[in-house]
């Protein structure tokens, strides 16, 4: 990670100077070394700021629905960093038509597994000043001297399942890592909950869907929900903000959100990471994934630019709704 | 009896709400016809038409719980036979979908279905509504899916 990330740093430098690119969509550091930024570098001299290290978990291929519209009498390309991850929600943004392909120029970055700040510090260690990683050992530096954690042990949630370290999509690579994903079981949670019995399963989304505060950073941050007009925007509707009278009363957002990215979800897990309350967003989404996979085949959004998702799709003989109170289960 | 409770009495009687989203050019005929045949089904159904069971987002099904419906059937023309060729292939996808969801939060799934009827099956869409209305007095009220933010 700590070579291929001089190694990017110093290549988009070079691109830049040389006019390859006019724009560089990077991270760079927030108000906290950990979090790093989604950041629209347009000179060269603000590359210094650029960071690729274990806390750039942030995917970029959203931002570039508006970075790849090149304003008239400009010219250039606009270089984005992608994640092997990142490179799916892509890809499914092409298949959308809402990102202008050839002015962008994909430097795919290997990754080895993002770190979340919160789990470094569930680990025990308190008064974080700084970390630095090297060879999968976080070194964390803290006013009571440093500590070491492996990156593995603190994981962003996504990466716990990582779907392979391969680009679907790239113009140039910069990675020393092809590896197939991690070992990680992503239906575990769907199946856990499934044998549940109903009651507990509203139990279990009463009890976390009531922490949520209707922020929307979970539709805002997805590369899947880029509707110009969203629905839960619409004041008239009644569930545009947050509820106060029933600790169930935001299932609708969820459902429908879960629903409106269903089959283009690429399960890239920035709704679950970027939620402030800590609300497992992933569950709804790898519900559907499951589902779908069952119900219609395997399908993975993002795969390939182009693919026709499963919900705009049939064939004749689809299972009918019936299937779900005939299966067995509770 | 003294009218309080007369009024009691009268609130403990619960009616179920049933919402029956029909395609206009099969079920809905099925509806008329059913009508015409002087078949009955219960007055708890409220039909709204739409134009093609694919009309029918799933949001207008979770709107109708919110707003106090006990169960909500969709029906549309049998697979083939949609007026508009494919529409209720894809409501046959969204609806194993969105059924499923709604199991998966504990929400109990009796209280949505999807029928095929055609504008020849006023026998049948009269089954279906007896059916369906049973099933919904059995389930009782809708207590977990409204939205107090949604109700006048
Ligand atoms: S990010 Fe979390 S708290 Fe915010 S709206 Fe989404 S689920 Fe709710
Ligand atoms: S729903 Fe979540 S996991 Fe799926 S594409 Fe959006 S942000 Fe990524
Ligand atoms: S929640 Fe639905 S309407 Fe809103 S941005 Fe996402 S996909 Fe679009
Ligand atoms: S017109 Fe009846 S289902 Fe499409």
């Known amino acids: 990670m700590q070579r291929v990330s001089a190694k990017v740093l110093s290549r988009v430098r070079e691109l830049m100077a040389d006019g390859t690119v006019t724009k560089v969509v990077g991270w760079k550091k927030g108000e906290f070394f950990y979090d790093c930024t989604p950041f629209v570098f347009e000179t060269v001299e603000s590359l210094d700021e650029l960071v690729y290290d274990s806390f750039c978990a942030a995917n970029l291929s959203k931002y570039m629905i508006k970075n790849s519209v090149i304003p008239e009498g400009q010219t250039g390309k606009v270089l984005v960093l992608l994640k092997p991850c990142d490179t799916y929600s892509f890809n499914q943004l092409l298949t959308e038509h809402r990102i202008v392909r050839e002015n962008v120029y994909i430097l795919g970055v290997g990754c080895e597994g993002m770190a979340d700040i919160e789990r470094v510090k569930a680990q025990g260690i308190k008064g974080i000043t700084g970390a630095s990683e090297k060879d999968g050992i976080l070194t964390v530096e803290t006013v009571y001297g440093n500590k070491e954690v492996a990156v593995k042990d603190v994981l962003v949630n996504k990466c716990e399942t990582c779907k392979g370290k391969a680009h679907v999509i790239y113009d140039e690579l910069i990675s020393e890592n092809e590896d197939e994903g991690a070992a990680g079981d992503r239906f575990e949670g769907v199946r856990a909950l499934e044998a549940m019995t109903s009651e507990e399963r509203f139990a279990f989304w009463k009890a976390e869907l009531s922490k949520c505060i209707r922020c929307n950073a979970c539709r805002n941050a997805c590369p899947a929900c880029s509707c110009r007009k969203c629905v839960f925007d619409n004041n008239a509707s009644g569930i545009a903000s947050k509820a106060n009278t029933d600790s169930f009363e935001e299932k609708m957002f969820h459902i ?75 | 009896m003294p009218i309080n409770e007369a009024n009691q009495e009268i609130k403990k009687e619960w009616k179920p709400k049933i919402v029956a989203f029909c395609c206009n050019w099969c079920s809905y005929a099925g509806a008329d016809l059913a009508g015409s045949s002087r078949l009955v089904y219960p007055a708890d159904v409220k039909i709204i038409r739409v134009p093609c069971s694919c009309r029918v987002n799933p949001m207008f099904i979770l709107r109708a719980f919110e707003k106090g419906a006990d169960g909500v059937i969709l029906c549309g023309c049998h697979p083939g036979d949609c007026h508009y060729s494919t529409g209720n292939y894809y409501t046959r996808r969204r609806m194993t979908l969105l059924f499923s969801m709604l199991d998966y939060i504990g929400v109990e799934k009796g209280r949505t279905r999807v029928e095929w009827v055609s504008a020849a099956e006023g026998v049948k869409f009269s089954t279906v509504m007896n059916n369906f209305v049973s099933k919904i007095y059995e389930l009782g009220e809708n207590v977990k899916v409204g939205d107090l933010r949604c109700k006048e």
Request: proline residues 5%; charged residues 25%; hydrophobic residues 30%.
């Open chain 1, 256 to 330: 429908i959100r879960a629903f409106h990215v269903a089959g283009r979800c690429t399960d890239c897990g920035e709704c679950t990471r970027v939620c402030p309350q800590g609300i497992p967003l992933h569950l709804f989404n790898r519900k559907y994934i499951k589902d779908i996979n069952e119900f219609y085949g395997d399908y993975s959004a993002g795969e390939t630019a182009g693919q026709r998702g499963p919900l705009i799709n049939f064939t004749k003989d689809d299972v009918e709704p019936q299937i779900v109170s005939d299966r067995e289960g509770n």
